[in-house]
């Protein structure tokens, strides 16, 4: 019976999911070589994957297949063969067969492939494979791959699918004069940089760096030895970490019946508190950071909350809270992707406490609400214009021409990046600089109108200032673009702490890949920094960093950039994870304090672990590459909660907004 069910049940249309993901997933994001894309679109991935893995083929990401290796995810793979600058007909050596789908891609190129897998059993298959296939140019060899493969040298190119410490001699003097040769490097087993090797001569090598990377090691003579990456068994504790987790953890049966006094003691003068969270769509999350928000705002005097949110989206709501004055704006607040993040019951709660807390007090005592991001590029373009028309029209229509160098691009800035990158379209960099320095050299006179409404106009300056840089850099690599965009963040908190005095506190909310001290996380290894990192290092011990973790539940997500939101359910946590360890103390809800923890507790918590994170997107079926990192959690955050099962934010629907004022932040 089964069998003739699988033979009646409607098989996937992989030819249109295969375009599809050629031209949202791989052009979309910058690759433009034709003989790339084509070859892209000829070579089926659901061949070189897992019977039960197949109809996950066409999802941009990498896939588990056997020997605990990876298949790559297709932009990298399409990323990598255009790196190396290929004509057709060439001469390619590839390390890491892997399962053979890289090997194909390249073979619809080159005119000889050349492919060493270290592991027997993926070496033996991917043979069969691609000789069952029909890839007569694609020869394989069971060997250690950081040797090449010298017999068949010298290679027009060579490509390396795993990440050494350095890029192995045997494989450059593997090359031709002119030969390129793209790897993964990196001092770290589990973070590279992508990096693009030309031979220029005998003896001289070129280097440049083209991406952050994540890659499997590179094992072999001149890669990570077997034998250092085999974790040596710690000594066993007289108390397991779970056992000390346990120990040390405040429990709360209910999340209303959390012990905030202790928290608050131990926040005590702190000028700073981030708040973390290990998904953008978990409600346990987003009502712990709102109820402690509240406290902080009422019983220790925070004066504002900063948000992973765009700064005129925020503006709107502050409007609300703070009851100014201000007419309804012609945009509704947080109405791009992802909508549900703020959008959502749970913060709507909060947005309506702080209206009626700060309706009780003068305006100079109200708690405000600001966002921290960049990302509005046109909003706030639109707000800069809009102040500059009643204060300054001179000066409003010089900006006006300066910023119409962005029109172009405003229904996709992401767009202008690449244009400006690669020559097609002059940077806009100079014409929305000259905007801001005008701004900042009529301080004076514009701050008289109204100081609230100056600094709005100034911060949308600056932000389109950092958005233009940040959408031209974003093609570098993700090092380049999270650092900019997280020290926008926090010199926009920052701006926020002067503009409020040298008294004032601010509460942050984000997610805990940005408020959780980057140098405790594999992210140090890559070159990054965060806001977390940043605030600690300007405020040392009145900054307080508080994360969150889960082990299972539900949470709301997209499985893919501009896509819906769904409910999806959380994969339990990974055995070798600091989640798991939470879940086996056995404690469903807790505090545990970190910073002044008993030493044993943090001994234990010291040893790296993995740590997962959940964004917008979520994708359960490639849950280790793409949701874990390294960390260190007790230098990572001061304080950490927990809930062993969580659920999704609750968006609201249209007709929850009927009849609200037009001030209302929310709007239809």
Same mark, same amino acid.
């Given at each position: 019976? #089964? ?51 197949? %109809? ?9 297949? %056997? ?19 290929? !004509? ?18 390249? @073979? ?12 027997? =059993?993926?070496? %033996? ?10 890839? @007569? ?9 950081? *040797? ?89 504790? !007289? ?89 309804? #704006? ?15 019951? +749970? ?14 007090? *003068?305006? +100079? ?24 028309? +009643? ?32 020559? =097609?379209?002059? @940077? ?10 005008? &701004? ?7 701050? %008289? ?83 977390? =990192? &940043? ?23 997209? @499985? ?18 600091? !989640? ?40 359960? =079926? #490639? ?46």
């Amino acid at each position: 019976m #089964s069998n003739v069910a699988d033979k009646t049940r409607p098989q996937p249309d992989f030819a249109a999911q295969r375009e599809q993901m050629v031209e949202r997933a791989i052009r979309a994001r910058g690759v433009r070589q034709k003989l790339v894309l084509d070859a892209m679109r000829a070579v089926k991935r659901e061949d070189f994957l897992p019977e039960n893995l197949r %109809e996950f083929a066409y999802e941009d990401s990498p896939l588990p297949i %056997e020997g605990d290796q990876t298949i790559s995810q297709p932009y990298i793979v399409a990323f990598m063969v255009e790196a190396l600058n290929l !004509e057709g007909g060439e001469r390619v050596l590839e390390i890491g067969a892997g399962s053979g789908y890289a090997a194909a891609v390249l @073979s619809k190129i080159a005119g000889e492939v050349y492919t060493v897998e270290r592991i027997g =059993q993926l070496a %033996e298959k991917a043979a069969a494979r691609l000789a069952d296939l029909g890839y @007569s140019n694609v020869h394989v060899l069971h060997g250690d791959g950081t *040797k090449g493969w010298p017999e068949h040298m010298p290679y027009d190119a060579i490509v390396v699918a795993a990440g050494g410490p350095k890029v192995p001699d045997a494989l450059k003097l593997q090359l031709k004069i002119g030969g390129r040769l793209v790897i993964p490097v990196g001092t770290d087993p589990t973070v590279q940089e992508l990096v693009r090797i030309t031979r220029v001569s005998e003896q001289d090598f070129m280097r440049e760096d083209l991406a952050d990377v994540r890659f499997v090691p590179l094992i072999g003579e001149e890669g990570w030895e077997a034998e250092s990456r085999r974790a040596r068994k710690p000594k066993k504790p !007289e108390r397991t970490l779970p056992e000390l987790i346990a120990e040390s953890s405040e429990p709360f049966a209910a999340l209303e019946e959390a012990p905030l006094d202790r928290l608050l003691g131990r926040i005590g003068e702190a000028r700073v508190v981030l708040i973390g969270e290990a998904t953008h769509g978990t409600s346990e999350f987003y009502r712990m950071r709102e109820r402690v928000t509240r406290a902080l705002i009422e019983r220790k005097g925070f004066r504002f909350v900063a948000i992973e949110g765009d700064w005129p989206d925020a503006a709107r709501v502050d409007h609300y809270v703070r009851h100014m004055d201000y007419p309804p #704006s012609e945009w509704t607040a947080f109405a791009r992707f992802p909508t549900w993040m703020w959008r959502n019951a +749970e913060t709507r709660a909060f947005v309506d406490w702080m209206r009626a807390f700060n309706a009780k007090r *003068k305006p +100079e005592q109200r708690a405000a609400f600001h966002g921290l991001d960049l990302y509005s590029l046109y909003d706030s373009i639109r707000a800069v214009l809009k102040y500059l028309d +009643e204060v300054d029209p001179k000066t409003a229509r010089a900006a006006r021409e300066r910023y119409g160098c962005l029109t172009p691009w405003q229904s996709d800035p992401a767009t202008y990046g690449h244009a400006a990158l690669t020559g =097609q379209y002059h @940077s806009c960099e100079s014409a929305v600089t000259d905007v801001l320095t005008d &701004l900042m050299k009529r301080r004076t006179a514009y701050a %008289e109108h109204d100081g609230e409404r100056f600094l709005d106009a100034v911060q949308n300056a600056k932000l389109v200032t950092e958005a233009e840089r940040y959408y031209r850099i974003m093609y570098y690599g993700s090092r380049a673009s999270w650092n900019l965009r997280d020290s926008h963040m926090f010199e926009t908190l920052k701006t926020l702490l002067d503009f409020y005095g040298p008294h004032s506190k601010a509460v942050v909310w984000a997610h805990n890949s940005h408020v959780g001290d980057a140098s405790a996380t594999e992210m140090a290894s890559r070159g990054e920094h965060n806001l977390g =990192q &940043l605030c600690r290092r300007a405020y040392g011990k009145d900054c307080y960093i508080i994360g969150f973790g889960t082990h299972d539940g539900q949470v709301a997500a997209a @499985s893919d950039w501009e896509g819906p939101m769904e409910v999806k359910d959380i994969v339990p946590s990974l055995s070798s994870s600091y !989640e798991r360890m939470c879940h086996d103390s056995g404690v469903s809800k807790f505090m545990l304090p970190l910073r002044g923890a008993p030493d044993s507790l943090k001994a234990a918590l010291r040893e790296p672990r993995l740590q997962r994170a959940i964004g917008v997107i979520y994708r359960p =079926q #490639s849950e280790r590459a793409s949701h874990y990192f390294q960390a260190v959690l007790p230098d990572q955050f001061d304080e950490y909660v927990w809930f062993d099962r969580t659920s999704p934010v609750q968006p609201f629907a249209t007709h929850e907004l009927e009849g609200m004022p037009d001030t209302y932040p929310f709007g239809l």
